[in-house]
């Protein structure tokens, strides 16, 4: 046998038997959170022109993005990223509509990262969007739907980490070089503190500006952690920042869902579209978040309509992996019922089956070719509850009892 015809690619998987049976049994539930608030699906395509993604939308890098050309010559990426593809969708259909949009959406995204990473080239997302919402109230809505979603899936040791991109936005107000604060942000996504102290030692910004970024590792933890925060600043950019977290707590305590939250003002993120509060969901048995969002003010405005905006993005294959370390049981759906025939009974056993599938029961149908203890082996490797063994016409024998 060819092994590179078996073979996956780096980065990855084939997705088969129990476990694809559990995510899509995973992704229903989740779906039914999502249309409990509202939110309608919608279907971007897989692969998009460059510049949906380009860095001016704020997304990944150019060399993470798995490009190709069509025959007209324009540059396609397959899609690292939904909510760039969402954005457009609402500036073409949506451009005047001014009410609030609820979507969500279901798909899978491509990042080339580097192989030594050992992460997934192609991961699934679920995810949702709510358009046009300029207050914390929708700030609020996102983050409890998205703690609803951990909550339905069957998560109880997780944690919600909200951060604010307007509090490290309000520190750099006094650096007029670009690079230098892109550097800032690097050292600080990378949580890399000792060097992020040794880089702002050697900058001509104020003092105080300087005791924030060496105290940055320590600004997490639960609401009180929002008055030592405040208490270090004294730009309006920043305190404001502050003001709109205790208002996105206090939408959550009204949710009932405060004891999953904490904060953690040294939070940034990657995606530079980012404009306001951001957050991330942990749990153990993953090393990354299983959930990742953030308010988005200006990203639909790139492509032709103002409409400030919030959402988020479970990474189902990082939720999966959570689950099954923490031996969270998965629902999967498996057949009702396995109905074995001889040849002679086949009259009966196809009308049977037919049947029974009327009565929207799931029926795996079988010849029988081998000895019955491996179908019992089957059905109970399946998960199948009822076998029905056909022997004449008028012989029907029920295995599940074993008669």
């Known amino acids: 046998m060819n092994q590179k015809r078996v073979h996956t690619p780096e980065g990855v998987r084939d997705i088969y038997g129990l476990e694809c049976k559990k ?3 995973l992704k ?7 249309g409990l608030y509202g939110y309608e699906n919608i279907i971007t395509p897989t692969f998009e022109f460059f510049d949906i993604f380009n860095s001016e939308k704020g997304t990944v890098s150019s060399k993470e993005m798995y490009k190709f050309f069509d025959r007209e010559g324009n540059t396609l990426v397959l899609r690292p990223d939904i909510t760039p593809s969402v954005a457009r969708c609402v500036a073409k259909y949506y451009d005047s509509e001014e009410r609030n949009l609820r979507f969500a959406y279901t798909g899978n995204v491509f ?48 944690r919600l980490t909200i951060g604010q991109v307007e509090y490290f936005q309000g520190l750099v107000e006094c650096i007029g070089d670009e690079d230098v604060k892109e550097q800032l942000r690097e050292l600080i996504i990378n949580k890399n503190f000792f060097g992020l102290i040794e880089f702002v030692e050697g900058l001509d910004i104020p003092q105080n500006i300087k005791d924030v970024f ?30 709109k977290l205790r208002k996105v707590y206090r939408m959550l305590e009204i949710y009932g869902l405060e004891q999953y939250i904490s904060f953690d003002l040294g939070m940034l ?38 409409a400030p905006s919030v959402g988020f993005a479970i990474v189902l ?19 009702d019922m396995l109905i074995i025939y001889e040849e002679d009974a086949m009259e009966a056993a196809i009308p049977a ?30 998960s199948i509850g009822c076998i029905l063994y056909y022997e004449t016409r008028d012989t029907v024998r029920d295995l599940t009892k074993g008669q």
């Not at 993120?269 to 980012?274: C, G, M």
């Not at 306001?276 to 309509?305: P, S």
């Open 23 to 25: 995510r899509l049994r």
């Open 28 to 34: 229903d539930k989740l779906n039914h959170v999502f």
């Open 317 to 335: 294959d990082n939720l999966m992996m959570a689950m099954e370390r923490q031996k969270i049981e998965m629902e999967a759906d498996t057949a």
């Open 111 to 158: 990042l080339n990262n580097s192989s030594y990473q050992l992460k997934l080239k192609e991961t699934c997302q679920m995810g949702a969007e709510l358009i046009n919402e300029t207050s914390s109230r929708g700030d609020g809505e996102i983050i409890a739907m998205a703690l609803d979603c951990c909550l339905n899936a069957g998560l109880k040791d997780f």
């Open 353 to 382: 089956a037919v049947g029974y599938r009327k009565e929207n029961k799931t029926v795996i149908l079988e010849k029988r070719d081998r000895g019955l203890e491996e179908y019992q082996a089957m059905a109970l490797d399946q």
């Open 214 to 243: 060496v105290q940055f590792n320590e600004l997490n933890g639960d609401v009180d952690i929002l008055d030592k925060a405040d208490a270090l600043v004294s730009n309006e950019t920043s305190k404001k920042a502050i003001q």
């Open 269 to 306: 993120s990657r995606h530079n579209y980012y404009t306001g509060v951001i957050f991330k969901a942990y749990t153990y048995g993953t090393g990354d978040a299983v959930l990742k969002g953030g308010r988005y003010d200006n990203l639909i405005e790139q492509f032709g309509k103002k």
